[in-house]
């Protein structure tokens, strides 16, 4: 634990993390629930530092089933995803609250929008800085390194934390 920064309560059973624990990582995301043989196994909940969790019945380290809930309350469902989707372009505040009035657009599901730091992308759970390739929280603390395919998704999908001038440009 002291190589990784991580924290687990809990009792151990021939030198490995076994039985009801929390495990907490140095991204202060926590685990509470079942471990055998030093892994998650068994019934347990992921609890990130952004306010969503993940429900689930681990196997071996590994998610068997489970349920994940973002901070607002919006569950994700991969059979009936229907959220930010060609069908229903609404954002989830949007279907719980309404709709914004003709002319004045909703860029984010917060509202409003927090503020991106120049030269940065929002990645939903933190800032990424392509120069350094590190995302980053909401309080510049460290979140991880992004890799080769995160770094072009971002790149391509998220807001970015600077105007810019997009479609026809008249020639002078």
């Keep these: 634990m002291e190589y990784t920064g991580s924290q687990y309560i809990g009792e151990?059973?021939?030198?490995?993390?076994?039985?009801?624990?929390?495990?907490?990582?140095?991204?202060?995301?926590?685990y509470v629930g079942e471990m055998k043989d030093g892994m998650f196994?068994?019934?347990g909940?992921?609890?990130?530092s952004?306010?969503?969790?993940h429900d689930a019945i681990w196997e071996k380290g590994l998610v068997v089933k489970g349920t994940y809930t973002f901070s607002d309350g919006l569950q994700f469902d991969a059979q009936h995803w229907h959220y930010c989707d060609s069908c229903d372009r609404r954002f989830y505040t949007e279907i719980?609250?309404?709709?914004?009035?003709?002319?004045?657009?909703q860029l984010t599901d917060m509202d409003p929008p927090r503020k991106i730091p120049q030269g940065c992308y929002?990645?939903?759970?933190?800032?990424?800085?392509?120069?350094?390739r590190i995302v980053k929280d909401d309080r510049n603390r460290f979140l991880r390194n992004a890799?080769?395919?995160e770094h072009e998704w971002i790149i391509r999908t998220c807001r970015k934390g600077w105007d810019e001038i997009v479609g026809h440009r008249p020639k002078l």
């Design 147 to 149: 890799d080769d395919d």
């Design 96 to 105: 719980c609250h309404g709709l914004k009035p003709a002319g004045i657009s």
């Design 122 to 132: 929002d990645c939903g759970d933190g800032f990424y800085n392509p120069a350094t």
């Design 50 to 53: 952004s306010g969503s969790r």
């Design 12 to 30: 151990y059973v021939d030198g490995r993390m076994e039985g009801v624990a929390e495990y907490i990582l140095p991204t202060k995301t926590k």
């Design 45 to 48: 909940t992921l609890y990130f």
């Design 41 to 43: 196994h068994g019934q």
